[in-house]
């Protein structure tokens, strides 16, 4: 155990609680009188939906938020965590979901960061480096710590991110959502690493929705449920189908119908797609699809392996460097995004605030945006308010879009209504194919219910559809053939029966799976 | 072309290459102190007029260089300290705050001059610094009367570039500066203070500002006049792009415009039938096409124009 002591001075912590949080945030109520407790030794595992108030709770207990109420106390004793420096000097360490790096710097430089050093004003950066290497060794995070941070993986940043907080002796660990961006092996070596933990005696909360992991990973599981605390209870008492129920305040099973449906011909194929992605390199190395009518394609695949460039190809936002697209048997490579949306495309964007409406225009404005030159909506160089009032109102009702009115500015819709708006305005066009990307990322279990129904409903009317989405269970429950993208190349396409996990997971790790089309 | 290629043209071309940098150096060397740290100081004009001025009256009051000096470091670090105010603390939009500290900074430097100096026929002048000869090294042809026969303030700009280097590359403050500058998010969960950290970047970035308007009144010069700084804070805004962000490059940026500049001045002399008008633009038309070819490649500070605050 000599290495240990020489690698890092942990901050012993038995305890952590939380007693009667609540916060406030305007119009908000996003922590009512929360209790929570964690021990060295254990993982305690907070279960919720977008909106439950586990990262306010969290951010509460890292000093980012002061609660309105309720006290916090570490061994016992009551303390007042006024910053993350407060929350650090009590043994206390938070691994964010959106990684806290600085991309140009090095692995050693992140971790260095505000530290104070051995040489004083002078950078020890080597002395940390070797620290970094002991703490590696024993927590099973390989790592590089000359490698500058924009060239590791996902994976690898996460390593950093955990690294940062273990070095300066955090033995609580609170975890938010960190399986979200990894490839299923890469859980797998994520898992392993925090049983190491637990047996060297840190206490871990773990943040999540993913009711298989908490399961399986967890010593208690507290849930919340919009802003309140719903129950804690040890895992022996827990089962999935409770944790749901719990979560979602209803009985509630994930499942979309998915009647059998007559195809018809290719209307959407990709040859040989290739294209430059924002940073300048090549991020799409010759992408190969045919989608048929009637048909919902699900490209999975882990972030930023060129999904989003691949979108943008198909409607007409990105030029391809080469490659065609057909769409009906017509090569519409280069068309303008106005042409490819009067031939009957139709896109929901990844970025539903930025490229999919404009926040600050109202909710008809936002419901015509792309047919607003067209009669009913325009008489010559004239807009028909008429027509678009009546128009907008009836979509708001058929999509069950919750707006005060249809000139509010949709800034101030939730993240659901929005989506619902865009959807709403994508679907009453009656598009033939339909690209839709991350449709449901962020959503609520209902709205995003709501959003898959959509979308299966358009594939019984024979539209062709392909789905972008890091939800595997999405993929699974809606597509007919599933493609998996890594590194801007097809590694694979199964049909939905033949998909598992396991093949998914693989192909979405790089690699590249025989497949028969 | 037998004029241009004479001993004495070439020697005071480079010594007036090297005098005509200091200003840009300086300037440039704050700016990187503060878009390093995630601020744009569009108020570097201001703050480099109230360096100028404040310099000048200082010795013009006290018959002390030194004093001058003090004045103007001090003063273009309370004039960073409003930009601060504005942009940090406040949170207001840098282009706007920037522009509104040049227009204070300028307006209230003409004032207090006014105040002083009142309004005379002829201006006062002040004893400016004295040349200093590095013994030895100076007799060297060419290179020592252009770089070892110059003002102190010289010598201490071309030292303070390594000094600027050292501090933002090889302490804990500068990695500090440059997370600020890059995702002042993960410097906030790392315990690093964003708004002092910008503060004092700002401060220390104004104080450099000041010091290079200081040089154009107590050193280039030995008067201050109205339109003294004449741009050169604009200047200093695209030599940080030509420089990428790095001190090495801020060098090489600033003597390259200076020696275009201070060639220009000398081109009249040569008798040519052209307007002198164009070749004061000469240095600007060279800058923007400069800026062209190298700004396509620029890497921003990630965070530069962001304003941080935790809770939103």
Redesign the interface.
């Known amino acids: 155990m000599t290495t240990d002591q020489t690698a890092i001075n942990l901050i012993k912590v038995d305890s952590l609680e939380a007693r009667g949080i609540v916060k406030r945030f305007p119009g908000v109520l996003a922590n009512d009188h929360i209790d929570f407790e964690v021990h060295a030794g254990e993982v305690h595992s907070l279960l919720g939906e977008n909106g439950a108030g586990k990262s306010t709770l969290m951010k509460i207990l ?1 000093g ?2 002061q609660p309105d109420e309720g006290e916090i106390l570490v061994n016992g004793k009551v303390v007042r965590i006024r ?3 407060d929350a ?1 000097s009590h043994g206390i360490g ?1 691994v ?1 979901q959106h990684f ?6 090095t692995v050693t ?2 971790i ?6 051995s040489r004083k ?3 020890d950066l080597d002395v940390v480096a070797r620290r970094i290497e002991e703490l590696a060794a024993i927590y099973h995070l390989q790592i590089n710590p000359k490698a500058p941070v924009w060239q590791l993986s996902v994976g690898e940043q996460q390593r950093v991110e955990i690294l ?1 907080v273990l070095y300066r002796g955090a033995s609580v660990l609170i975890l938010d959502e960190p399986t979200a961006v990894l490839t299923p092996q890469e859980v797998d070596g994520l898992f392993k690493t925090l049983h190491k933990m637990v047996a060297q005696g840190h206490a871990l909360v773990f943040i999540s929705h993913k009711l298989w992991e908490v399961m399986a990973l967890s010593n208690r599981v507290t849930v919340l449920h919009t802003g309140r605390m719903v129950g804690e209870l040890p895992i022996e008492e827990a089962d999935e189908r409770k944790l749901a129920s719990m979560m979602v305040g209803r009985d509630f099973l994930m499942r979309v119908d998915h009647p059998e449906v007559e195809m018809g011909e290719v209307h959407l194929e990709l040859k040989g797609i290739r294209a430059l992605g924002e940073s300048g390199l090549e991020s799409l190395k010759g992408v190969d699809l045919r989608i048929r009518s009637g048909e919902i394609l699900g490209l999975a695949g882990v972030s930023g392996n060129g999904q989003r460039d691949l979108a943008e190809v198909i409607a007409g936002l990105r030029p391809p460097t080469a490659g065609e697209v057909f769409m009906e048997g017509v090569d519409v490579t280069g068309w303008t995004p106005a042409k490819l949306l009067e031939h009957g495309l139709s896109y929901i964007p990844e970025a539903r605030m930025v490229d999919g409406t404009v926040g600050d225009f109202s909710v008809s404005e936002n419901l015509i945006m792309k047919d607003h030159t067209y009669p009913p909506y325009a008489d010559g160089i004239f807009m028909n308010f008429k027509n678009i009032a009546k128009e907008s109102k009836r979509l708001v009702e058929t999509f069950d879009i919750k707006t005060p009115s249809i000139a509010t500015p949709i800034k101030n819709l939730s993240g659901g209504n929005i989506q619902k708006l865009i959807l709403a305005r994508e679907i009453s066009r009656g598009p033939r194919v339909l690209v839709a990307a991350q449709p449901t990322r962020g959503l609520d279990i209902r709205a995003t219910e709501y959003v898959r129904r959509r979308i299966t409903e358009q594939r019984e009317k024979g539209v062709t559809t392909l789905l972008i989405s890091e939800d595997l269970d999405e993929i699974l429950s809606l597509s007919d053939r599933i493609a998996v993208i890594f590194e801007g190349e097809i590694m694979g396409v199964v049909d939905r029966d033949d998909a598992t996990f396991e093949n998914l997971g693989l192909m979405m790790g790089g690699r590249k799976m025989e497949t028969e089309e | 072309m037998d004029q241009i290629l004479t001993y004495t043209f070439i020697a005071g071309l480079l010594a007036a290459t090297i005098r005509m940098s200091i200003p840009l150096i300086f300037g440039t060397l704050g700016e990187l102190f503060n878009e390093r740290s995630g601020v744009l100081n569009l108020g570097i004009e201001g703050i480099m007029t109230l360096g100028a001025m404040a310099a000048f009256v200082g010795t013009y009051l006290t018959g002390s260089l030194l004093v001058g000096v003090i004045a103007a470091i001090v003063c273009g670090m309370i004039l960073s300290i409003l930009m601060a105010f504005l942009t940090v603390t406040l949170g207001l939009s840098q282009h706007v705050s920037g522009i509104g500290v040049t227009f204070f900074g300028t307006g209230v430097s003409y004032y207090i001059y006014r105040l002083i100096v009142g309004t005379p026929k002829v201006p006062p002048i002040v004893d400016p610094f004295q040349v200093i000869r590095i013994p030895i090294l100076s007799d060297i042809p060419l290179i020592g009367e252009a770089f070892f026969s110059q003002y102190l303030l010289v010598y201490i700009a071309f030292l303070s570039i390594p000094a600027a280097y050292w501090v933002l590359f090889k302490t804990s403050l500068g990695l500090k500066i440059r997370t600020c500058g890059e995702n002042p998010a993960a410097a906030d969960t790392m315990g690093v203070n964003v708004s002092g950290t910008r503060y004092l970047s700002l401060i220390i970035g104004g104080g450099l500002i000041g010091l290079g308007g200081a040089f154009l009144t107590i050193a280039q010069n030995n008067m201050f006049t109205f339109g003294t700084v004449a741009g050169r804070g604009w200047v200093c805004i695209a030599l940080i792009v030509f420089a990428n962000w790095k001190p090495g490059k801020v060098l090489l940026g600033a003597l390259l415009f200076s020696l275009i500049d201070a060639f220009q001045l000398r081109l009249p002399m040569l008798g040519l039938h052209i307007p002198y008008q164009i070749f004061l633009m000469l240095p600007y038309l060279i800058t923007i096409v400069m800026l062209v070819l190298v700004a396509r490649k620029a890497s921003y500070p990630a965070a530069m124009l962001k304003s941080y605050s935790r809770e939103e």
């Not at chain 1, 806290?100 to 710097?105: F, R, Y």
């Open positions: 890292y980012m938020y910053s993350p420096l650090m938070m964010h806290m790096l600085v991309p140009t710097l430089e992140n260095a960061l505000g530290l104070p050093s004003v002078l950078l940062k």
